[in-house]
């Protein structure tokens, strides 16, 4: 089973909510990734960090959605104004770090959201 | 930029058969190719990640092998079974904090 965990799993809000999903990644992992996954099962990446500090992020992520891991507390990332082309699955990742033998993605189940 | 290449959306098999699913790359990084399993309403969960050049890997039953002069890393079985109905990714880690992802690959055993 996976060690990441996110929750909600299923997540329903209307348009111009806000949403929020939350992620505890792996005990020991300091790396962080954000993707959405969309209808037709694509990977499309949002955000990662490393501890509490943003590595990189997409034009997307900048506008609407924020992302933070904060230390000791479970990482978030939050759409501000959800929109329907927002209903996906959210997939939070991490891992040990970037080298040989660290750089393996462990996934969490998901947030599934739907806006209606 | 960096980037994966599946070429098969869906493939459909019987039970016992062979199956071999297409993952290509292109980097101008040295590559580490990964291959995910993601069964309906699960977490992707890590399958094969890939060694040195042309050496297999192998788990569960599955195996690959990175081929550098053609920036390929496979996935086989020689018998597929029902329970290895999923979608299945193949992912690019080129170092860093880059993960590229494939289109993904469907693959249905009937029985």
């Known amino acids: 089973n996976s060690k990441v965990i996110q929750t909600p799993r299923y997540l329903v809000k209307g348009q111009g909510q806000k949403a929020k999903m939350r992620c505890i990644p792996e005990?020991?992992?300091?790396?962080v990734f954000w993707y959405q996954q969309n209808k037709n099962n694509e990977f499309k990446f949002l955000i990662n960090?490393?501890?509490?500090?943003?590595?990189?992020q997409i034009d997307m992520t900048e506008k609407r959605f924020s992302a933070e891991c904060p230390s000791n507390s479970p990482c978030s990332l939050e759409i501000q104004s959800s929109e329907a082309g927002d209903s996906a699955l959210y997939l939070c990742?991490?891992?040990?770090?970037?080298?040989?033998?660290?750089?393996?993605?462990?996934f969490g189940a998901g947030t599934r959201l739907s806006v209606l | 930029g960096d980037s994966v290449t599946q070429t098969e959306g869906l493939v459909t098999l019987t039970k016992g058969l062979p199956v071999m699913l297409n993952c290509t790359y292109q980097?101008?990084?040295?590559?580490?190719l990964f291959w995910y399993v993601q069964h309906l309403n699960e977490a992707p969960k890590l399958l094969l990640k890939?060694?040195?050049?042309?050496k297999r890997t192998e788990h569960q039953g599955f195996y690959a092998t990175l081929h550098k002069s053609s920036s390929s890393f496979h996935l086989q079985k020689s018998s597929v079974q029902l329970s290895d109905s999923a979608l299945y990714f193949c992912?690019?880690?080129?170092?860093?904090?880059?993960?590229?992802f494939g289109s993904g690959t469907r693959l249905l055993v009937s029985p």
């Open positions: 992912a690019l880690r080129t170092g860093g904090y880059k993960v590229v």
């Open positions: 980097t101008t990084y040295s590559p580490f």
């Open positions: 005990k020991g992992h300091p790396v």
């Open positions: 990742a991490s891992s040990l770090g970037t080298g040989r033998g660290q750089n393996t993605l462990y």
């Open positions: 960090f490393q501890n509490q500090e943003v590595l990189q």
């Open positions: 890939s060694s040195t050049d042309n």
